[in-house]
C-alpha cells in the first residue's frame, strides 16, 4: 500500500497563476481533507470530502476549490496564486468507519507564491 | 465547537530524561484525542489516540498520554527521551458524534540535547 500520495512535492508560482495539487489514497477511506501548514500555526483546513460527491469548507477556504473525482482522489486547485498561499498543503485521508478512525496523511507539498 | 492548545512551542529536554508536552483541549462534548509526530519534511503519523476507552493510552516509540477529563488534558509523555524523538508534535481534537472534522494545536518542537 502507498497510503497516500502527492503530486507535486515543491512547486513556486508566480502572483495569478494557477495550479492543481493532486491527492490520492489506496486505503478505500470515505473521507479526505486538504490542510495547510504555517509556521506556529498548526494545521488549518481549508476542505473536506466525508464522501464521494460531496465537499465541505473548512477554516480557510477561501482562494480554494477542490474536486473529489472519485473515492481515492481529491484535488485542491488554486486559481489565481497570491503569496499568502506560501505554504505546506497536506493531504489526509480518514476511515473507514464515521467516529475515531485516524487520518493518514501524505508527504506534503511545498508551495512558493512569488 | 472544538479547540486545542499546546503549552510551549519549543521544550528542550536531555536525552535520557522525562519528555512532558501539554495539551488542553476545549470541547462541548466527550472528544477523541489525538497525538501526532512530524518529522522534518514529512508529514504527520499518529502516536496514539483517546476514544472513550482507557484514560492512559500508550502509543508508538514508548509514548503515552493520559486523558483528564476535570482538567480538560491529554498531555504526551515518555519516560526517557532518545535523539530521535526530535521533532513537531501535534494535538488534535474531534467530534465522536460527527467525526467529520479534527482541530489541531499549533504544535510543539522537541529538541533533545545529546
Known amino acids: 500500500n502507498a497510503g497516500v500520495t502527492q503530486t507535486p512535492k515543491f512547486q513556486v508560482l508566480k502572483t495569478g497563476q494557477s495550479m492543481t495539487l493532486q491527492c490520492a489514497q489506496d486505503?478505500?477511506?470515505?473521507?479526505m481533507y486538504w490542510y495547510r501548514q504555517d509556521p506556529g500555526m498548526g494545521l488549518r483546513l481549508i476542505y473536506y470530502s466525508a464522501s464521494e460527491g460531496t465537499t465541505d469548507k473548512g477554516e480557510v477556504p477561501n482562494g480554494y476549490n477542490v474536486s473529489r473525482l472519485n473515492k481515492r482522489e481529491f484535488s485542491l486547485r488554486l486559481e489565481s496564486a497570491a503569496p499568502s498561499q506560501t505554504s505546506v498543503y497536506f493531504c489526509?485521508?480518514?476511515?473507514?468507519?464515521?467516529?475515531?478512525?485516524?487520518?493518514?496523511f501524505g508527504p506534503g507539498t511545498r508551495l512558493t507564491v512569488l | 465547537a472544538q479547540s486545542v492548545t499546546q503549552l510551549g512551542s519549543h521544550v528542550s529536554v536531555s536525552e535520557g530524561a522525562l519528555v512532558l508536552l501539554r495539551c488542553n483541549y476545549s470541547s462541548s462534548v466527550p472528544p477523541y484525542l489525538f497525538w501526532y509526530v512530524q518529522y522534518p519534511n514529512q508529514g504527520l503519523q499518529l502516536l496514539l489516540k483517546y476514544t472513550s476507552a482507557a484514560t492512559l493510552v500508550k502509543g508508538i516509540n514508548g509514548f503515552e498520554a493520559e486523558f483528564k477529563k476535570s482538567e480538560t488534558s491529554f498531555h504526551l509523555t515518555k519516560p526517557s527521551a532518545h535523539m530521535s524523538d526530535a521533532a513537531e508534535y501535534f494535538c488534535a481534537v474531534s467530534d465522536p458524534s460527527t467525526g467529520n472534522q479534527f482541530y489541531f494545536g499549533t504544535g510543539t518542537s522537541l529538541t533533545v540535547i545529546p
Open positions: 486505503m478505500n477511506h470515505n473521507s
Open positions: 489526509a485521508s480518514r476511515g473507514p468507519s464515521v467516529t475515531a478512525d485516524t487520518q493518514y
